[in-house]
């Protein structure tokens, strides 16, 4: 399919362009993001290395906080705390929102300390064709969202609705409302039974 390979080739072509960014970034300017990969009353896990968290937030200009890790990896609240990140990211795969964190409401756990929960940059992995965690079609849109998020002012240039927009139209020749975008951006928390 030949539009596979224009995928493939455009992803490849911005993750080159946002590494070009991202490198020039020192190391005590790359924030600490933790990737929530699974989140509930019985369990937290996390995203360690060896895994897609760990790629997402590197080629987006952060630091694993849970780097020390390998792979998916269960966790507790203390270690939450010693890593203190400074953005976090919870992926579709789990029921957790942004204002589950905010408020508080899951189990006993207590995030309102930790850095990311303060100053509010606790962010819902899009979905648009599919789950934007593993590697799909949607990559490139994966990786400047990413690069935004995690580097907003390195990224400022990039809109992000008119990418969105441009690339369901080249490519699924899917003409986007400003509606449908703003579902890619704030999956239902339904979404992780699918």
């Known amino acids: 399919n030949g539009n596979v390979e224009k995928v493939i080739d455009y992803g490849r072509q911005?993750?080159?362009e946002i590494k070009e960014v991202t490198d020039t970034i020192p190391e005590d300017k790359k924030p600490k993001v933790l990737y929530l990969y699974n989140h509930s009353s019985e369990d937290i896990s996390v995203s360690g290395a060896d895994f897609y968290g760990d790629y997402w937030i590197k080629a987006g200009g952060g630091i694993?906080?849970?780097?020390e890790l390998s792979g998916p990896s269960s966790?507790?609240?203390e270690q939450?705390?010693?890593?203190?990140?400074?953005?976090?990211i919870i992926t579709t795969f789990t029921e957790t929102m942004p204002d589950d964190l905010y408020n508080n409401?899951?189990?006993?756990?207590?995030?309102?300390?930790?850095?990311?929960?303060?100053?509010?940059?606790?962010?819902?992995?899009?979905?648009?064709?599919?789950r934007w965690f593993p590697p799909a079609s949607d990559t490139p849109l994966v990786l400047k969202w990413l690069a935004k998020?995690?580097?907003?002012?390195?990224?400022a240039d990039i809109d992000m609705d008119q990418e969105i927009k441009d690339y369901y139209q080249k490519y699924y020749n899917v003409e986007l409302t400003d509606e449908d975008v703003d579902?890619?951006?704030?999956?239902?928390?339904?979404?992780?039974?699918?």
């Open 105 to 130: 409401t899951i189990a006993q756990d207590d995030w309102s300390n930790v850095t990311a929960v303060k100053n509010k940059q606790v962010y819902k992995f899009p979905l648009g064709m599919y």
């Open 183 to 194: 579902t890619i951006y704030h999956p239902a928390s339904a979404a992780a039974g699918q």
């Open 75 to 77: 966790v507790n609240m």
């Open 64 to 67: 694993n906080a849970a780097g």
């Open 14 to 16: 911005v993750e080159s």
């Open 80 to 88: 939450i705390y010693e890593w203190n990140p400074d953005i976090i």
């Open 149 to 155: 998020t995690i580097q907003p002012e390195a990224f």
